[in-house]
């Protein structure tokens, strides 16, 4: 009968060390998928951007820099070849010597690195060497063309010229210029003045 018990109690002793070390190792587990838990809750999106703080990208014709684009943050998409800089760009185009030709700032920008289209919103600038200036909250770089096309109300300083218009197109030294939807303007033509 003793070795009844004694065989009954050491069952009883393995079974209990079993069943112990099977919920002590499980309890580790439950802090791990919390953690993991815890960790998937960071709001990262599912395919994220590269995200690239304090870069210039260049881009170049025949050997000679055409273009030198600085951001201060740019948010390449994994899915396309688009671009988009959230905190301040600016775009300095250049002639066909290198020398620079045109600088073009603004608060936002999206870059379509396919066709080297550079939309920049909120606030534009645009200074040219020569003397032109324009003042936009929306306009697009064509580096293909080498164009400026205004989509949103733009004022445009050129030759002694003022001009407020909804959308323009044009080279960028001003040369052949196509303006839509003009609200204001001071145009010079030769000596006299036409005001409209």
Not at 56 to 83: D, F, H, I, P, T
Not at 88 to 105: A, R
Not at 119 to 131: A, H, K, P
């Amino acid at each position: 009968m003793w070795i009844k018990l004694v065989v009954i109690a050491l069952i009883l002793t393995v079974a209990f060390f079993i069943v112990f070390n099977l919920v002590r190792s499980q309890t580790p587990q439950e802090d791990e998928e919390t953690s993991e838990k815890t960790e998937e809750n960071v709001e990262v999106p599912e395919d994220p951007p590269v995200i690239i703080t304090g870069g210039v990208l260049r881009g170049w014709e025949k050997g000679v820099l055409a273009w030198a684009l600085e951001a201060k943050e740019m948010r390449l998409n994994k899915q396309s070849s688009r671009a988009s800089c959230p905190n301040g760009v600016e775009l300095v185009v250049f002639d066909e010597n290198g020398e620079v030709k045109t600088t073009l700032k603004s608060n936002k920008g999206y870059i379509n690195l396919d066709n080297k289209d550079f939309q920049l919103v909120d606030t534009v600038e645009v200074l040219s060497t020569n003397g032109n200036r324009i003042e936009s909250i929306g306009l697009v770089y064509r580096d293909n063309n080498k164009t400026i096309e205004g989509f949103a109300l733009s004022k445009i300083f050129f030759d002694d010229n003022y001009i407020e218009c909804q959308n323009f197109i044009s080279d960028l030294d001003f040369e052949n210029p196509v303006f839509e939807k003009v609200q204001k303007g001071k145009f010079v033509i030769g000596e006299k003045t036409a005001n409209q």
